[in-house]
């Protein structure tokens, strides 16, 4: 977890020394922005570094520069401009490097730290190993192979996604008190006080599942279900018992 800074002063400035800066290339000395890119996050995290976001979620610049509201590649050439004017410019050259781009319509992208819902798989690790070590794979070298090693490698899965299709992710949330709650049924749905918005017959789809609010058994605030939706890979990997609607019928198949 991280506070988002917003002002710009107190801001400290350290030298932290990291194994992720090849002394191979350039002086050695790289700068490192925490809200920008997994790296930049972690030596963040680690070495409790300001984390500064002066960039919308447009893609904009925020704040009261004057290059303010402009894309952020559309303002590099008026930051140079303004360090220039500030006699802050020590030298200002072209390099050609790698660089993300959408591969649909070329836009460049930005790494972005946003806050997401993950499942603690790293809690059921071992539990992971010890039952991949029960399966019989085909091909058998997937076993402790590609499959095996994922496992030992587990770490926490990142299981929202911020798309407009997909299985929603079933959480409610209370804008009044903060509170949060986990829906696992539709008959826990149903049960759920001053349930609305539900239309029959059910399509637990967006946008009909957005529409469904109820009241927060903390405060009797009304709860709306989070914007995200669940990885598809969630889908793929309950489809082998959802398509028995196991654990809530034919229990017997799964013996
Ligand atoms: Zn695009
Ligand atoms: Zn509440």
């Given at each position: 977890?991280?506070?988002?800074?917003?002002?710009?002063?107190?801001?400290?400035?350290?030298?932290?020394?990291?194994?992720?800066?090849?002394?191979?290339?350039?002086?050695?000395i790289v700068h490192v922005a925490p809200a920008f890119g997994e790296v930049d996050?972690?030596?963040?995290?680690?070495?409790?570094?300001?984390?500064?976001?002066?960039?919308?979620?447009?893609?904009?610049?925020?704040?009261?520069?004057?290059?303010?509201?402009?894309?952020?590649?559309?303002?590099?050439?008026?930051?140079?401009?303004?360090?220039?004017?500030?006699?802050?410019?020590?030298?200002?050259?072209?390099?050609?490097?790698?660089?993300?781009?959408?591969?649909?319509?070329?836009?460049?992208?930005?790494?972005?730290?946003?806050?997401?819902?993950?499942?603690?798989?790293?809690?059921?690790?071992?539990?992971?190993?010890?039952?991949?070590?029960?399966?019989?794979?085909?091909?058998?070298?997937?076993?402790?192979?590609?499959?095996?090693?994922?496992?030992?490698?587990?770490?926490?899965?990142?299981?929202?996604?911020?798309?407009?299709?997909?299985?929603?992710?079933?959480?409610?949330?209370?804008?009044?008190?903060?509170?949060?709650?986990?829906?696992?049924?539709?008959?826990?749905?149903?049960?759920?006080?001053?349930?609305?918005?539900?239309?029959?017959?059910?399509?637990?789809?967006?946008?009909?599942?957005?529409?469904?609010?109820?009241?927060?058994?903390?405060?009797?605030?009304?709860?709306?279900?989070?914007?995200?939706?669940?990885?598809?890979?969630?889908?793929?990997?309950?489809?082998?018992?959802?398509?028995?609607?196991?654990?809530?019928?034919?229990?017997?198949?799964?013996?």
């Amino acid at each position: 977890s991280f506070d988002i800074r917003e002002e710009k002063k107190d801001l400290t400035y350290p030298l932290i020394a990291t194994d992720f800066v090849s002394m191979e290339e350039g002086t050695g000395i790289v700068h490192v922005a925490p809200a920008f890119g997994e790296v930049d996050f972690d030596a963040g995290m680690d070495k409790s570094l300001d984390f500064v976001q002066p960039v919308d979620l447009e893609g904009k610049i925020t704040g009261a520069y004057s290059f303010a509201g402009k894309f952020v590649k559309d303002a590099d050439h008026l930051i140079l401009d303004e360090l220039k004017s500030r006699n802050l410019l020590y030298r200002s050259e072209k390099i050609v490097h790698t660089y993300p781009f959408c591969w649909r319509c070329g836009t460049p992208l930005l790494y972005y730290v946003k806050q997401a819902w993950y499942i603690r798989t790293t809690a059921v690790k071992d539990k992971l190993i010890s039952g991949n070590n029960g399966i019989n794979w085909y091909p058998d070298h997937i076993k402790y192979g590609r499959f095996g090693n994922w496992l030992e490698n587990n770490i926490d899965w990142a299981i929202s996604r911020e798309r407009y299709w997909g299985t929603p992710l079933n959480i409610w949330y209370c804008s009044s008190c903060g509170n949060y709650e986990c829906v696992g049924s539709v008959s826990e749905l149903k049960e759920r006080p001053n349930l609305g918005g539900l239309k029959e017959p059910l399509d637990l789809h967006r946008p009909f599942m957005d529409g469904i609010y109820f009241a927060c058994t903390k405060c009797g605030g009304e709860m709306r279900r989070v914007p995200e939706v669940i990885d598809c890979w969630f889908d793929s990997g309950a489809m082998f018992i959802a398509q028995w609607h196991y654990p809530f019928e034919d229990e017997d198949k799964f013996k």
